[in-house]
Each structure stands twice: as structure tokens, then as C-alpha cells.
């Protein structure tokens, strides 16, 4: 991919000035490109690493997590803020995106799905886990409410209260 790049520029800066402008844009697309990818797998992979913290039960830095996954978010945000004022620019000079370019930035878009695919199914999983154990507290919190109301009647003489059979 590098050297079909480098071909690129090559050709482009062999027709003129307009076209450096042109071909430095598009340098600039593609590494924006590659910039925001290796932040979704950044993304990812911190999904990755905390879903086997959540899957052992260990939920201490959620905060921290979330606060993560949020800067990494933002990152994308501007880098696709970048990408578009890049796009906008280039459109000017559309004569000048070759085949090349079209293909270099298909793959690279083709891996960022991959990679927003796999996130979305961390993302699932991560939700899932997180849903067990609030139901899992949930229904602890009901134990434990329950046994304080049998201990209350024991202690004050009267009959305790039913309980609910259904959980």
C-alpha cells in the first residue's frame, strides 16, 4: 500500500503544482484515514481488555473506561472533522484522484467496518456482562431485603411475612 502511494505522489507531482496541492491532499486523506483506524482499534482493543475485567467480575475502573472510550471517541470525531475538510478541499481538484487512490482508501475503509463490526460486538458482549451482574445485584438486594424483614419479625415477636416463592 506504501509504495502504491508513493507511485502516486510520484505521478501526481510530475503534472504540475495543482496537482501537488492535490496529491498532498491526498496524503493527507489517507493518513487521516489510517490516523482514525488505528484509534478504533485502540477502541477495541480497550474493549477487549475490559470485557475480561468485567468477565472476572472486576467492574473498579468502569469510570475510567468509560471516560477512555470517550477521549478515543472524540479523537475520532476531529479526525473525521479533518477527514471531511480534506474531502471538501480535493473535491476542487476531482480530476486529479486516480484508480490508486479510489483503491488505497476502499481497503482502508473496508478495514475500518472490520473494525466497527468488532466493536459493535464487544460492545454487545460488554452490555451483556454488565446486565448479568446488575441483575445478579439485583436479585442479592432482594435476598437480602427480604432476610432483614424475617429477622425484623423474629426479633419483635410477631409472625414473619410471607415470602414471595416466584424469584
Known amino acids: ?9 510520484n505521478l501526481k507531482r510530475n503534472r504540475g503544482g495543482k496537482v501537488d496541492n492535490a496529491a498532498t ?5 489517507l493518513h487521516l484515514l489510517q490516523e482514525r483506524n488505528r484509534y478504533l482499534i485502540k477502541f477495541s482493543v480497550l474493549n477487549k481488555s475490559e470485557l475480561k475485567k468485567f468477565r472476572e467480575g472486576n467492574y473498579e475502573e468502569l469510570d475510567v473506561f468509560y471516560n477512555t472510550r470517550e477521549n478515543i471517541l472524540g479523537m475520532v470525531s476531529k479526525i473525521e472533522l479533518l477527514i ?8 476542487e481538484d476531482a480530476v486529479f484522484t486516480s484508480s490508486e487512490f479510489k483503491n488505497t482508501i476502499n481497503e482502508i475503509l473496508r478495514m475500518k467496518d472490520k473494525i466497527i463490526k468488532e466493536i459493535l460486538d464487544l460492545d454487545l458482549d460488554i452490555l451483556s456482562t454488565i446486565d448479568r451482574e446488575k441483575s445478579k445485584i439485583f436479585n442479592e438486594m432482594n435476598s437480602i431485603k427480604k432476610s432483614k424483614k424475617v429477622i425484623s419479625a ?9 415470602l414471595n416463592e416466584e424469584i
Open 1 to 9: 500500500m506504501k509504495d502504491g502511494r508513493a507511485q502516486l505522489r
Open 154 to 162: 423474629y426479633k419483635s415477636g410477631s409472625p414473619p411475612p410471607k
Open 25 to 29: 491532499l491526498n496524503d493527507e486523506i
Open 84 to 91: 471531511s475538510r480534506r474531502i471538501e478541499a480535493l473535491k
